[in-house]
């Protein structure tokens, strides 16, 4: 069973900037960041392979948004800049054996960490 715990939550004004962490248990091929906000279905926001050469983001944090990972520490980083209200979210930590945007194909999830932008 792999355990994921994320960190690095919290307020910040439209146009700050935040950094999650989420340390897995174990390696995987994949780890990825979606989120969830109220009365919305989660959506996935960004993804990234074991080797750090692929990544892949959703169109709406395109540009925005920065994934990374520290193998030696299997830890995934989303670094978040220009936030907007609309980024206002529980985000989850995603670890599995598919590099995907698909949120099914991950088996392993965190427990989530509230972001809250504030306009």
């Known amino acids: 069973q792999v355990q994921l715990v994320e960190s690095g939550g919290g307020l910040v004004q439209a146009g700050g900037s935040l950094r999650l962490s989420c340390a897995a248990s174990v390696s995987t091929v994949a780890m990825g960041w979606f989120r969830q906000a109220p009365g919305v279905e989660r959506e996935f926001a960004a993804a990234?392979?074991?080797?750090?050469?692929?990544?892949i983001y959703a169109d709406s944090v395109k540009g925005r948004f920065t994934i990374s990972r520290d193998n030696a520490k299997n830890t995934v980083y989303l670094q978040m800049s220009s936030l907007k209200a609309e980024d206002t979210a529980v985000y989850y930590c995603a670890a599995g054996n598919y590099f995907s945007d698909n949120g099914a194909l991950y088996d392993y999830w965190g427990q989530g960490t509230q972001v809250t932008v504030s306009s």
């Open positions: 990234i392979r074991r080797s750090g050469s692929r990544t």
